[in-house]
């Protein structure tokens, strides 16, 4: 398992104060990765203090000042992370947000299950996190096949719901994708459900019929 190549794609929005332990985090694992940071429009050095932990860095110029959280235009943000790994030999692309904080043998973890039970998308839970949030596989600390995502054009659709469609399409092919409970990571950011997070659930089923 020494071999194994991944890529992260971090998108990061005025995250100065977590962006470095973030990183460390990664770049503490069993399995080292390839770390891509995407400075949405931050004017607060995000991007300088990334490129200074040993990240890759995309800025992105922002048009609105709407929040990205759950809406197409994250979907626009990553997929430019994505776009900068699609050319390298990589075995996994793995999705974090960037307040996320990763025990060492998390993708160790994740790939070794991956690998056990032929799963081609994964990830663990947050620490704490309520029970809804063990019924599918997470945004951030995704673990994604590579040579599959390759197949299915190695990107997220630029609508409602984009994290859910890569989920079924891999079950629409009869592929296999599961969340373990066992592993787990930390999320600086609150996970609880709100108004907010209800109404782009709804928003993301309707998209997806």
């Keep these: ?57 995309i800025r992105v110029e922002r048009r609105s000042q709407v929040s990205a959280t759950g809406a197409p235009y994250l979907a626009f943000v990553i997929n430019r992370g994505l776009k900068a790994l699609q ?7 793995m999705i974090s947000g960037a307040k996320c904080l990763y025990p060492r043998s998390y993708v160790h973890r994740l790939v070794k299950n991956m690998v056990r039970d032929r799963v081609v998308i994964a990830s663990g839970v ?6 809804y949030g063990t019924l599918s596989v997470r945004g951030s ?10 197949r299915v054009g190695f990107s997220y659709p630029q609508y409602y719901g984009f994290e859910t469609w890569l ?22 950011r609150e996970t609880a459900m709100n108004p907010r997070k209800a109404y782009l659930y709804g928003k993301a089923m309707k998209a997806l019929n």
Excluded: C
């Design 1 to 57: 398992m020494a071999s194994i190549g991944y890529g992260v794609v971090i998108p990061a929005r005025n995250e100065a104060w977590v962006i470095e332990h973030t990183l460390r985090s990664l770049f503490r694992q069993r399995l080292r990765p390839r770390a891509m940071v995407v400075d949405d429009s931050s004017t607060d050095g995000t991007g300088l203090i990334a490129e200074r932990a040993g990240a890759y860095v």
């Design 87 to 93: 050319g390298l030999d990589l075995d996994y692309i």
């Design 126 to 131: 947050a620490q704490g996190e309520r029970t």
């Design 141 to 150: 600390g995704r673990l994604i096949n590579a040579f599959w995502f390759r």
């Design 167 to 188: 989920l079924l399409k891999a079950l629409s092919m009869g592929l296999r994708v599961a969340t373990y409970p066992q592993i787990k990571f930390y999320s600086l």
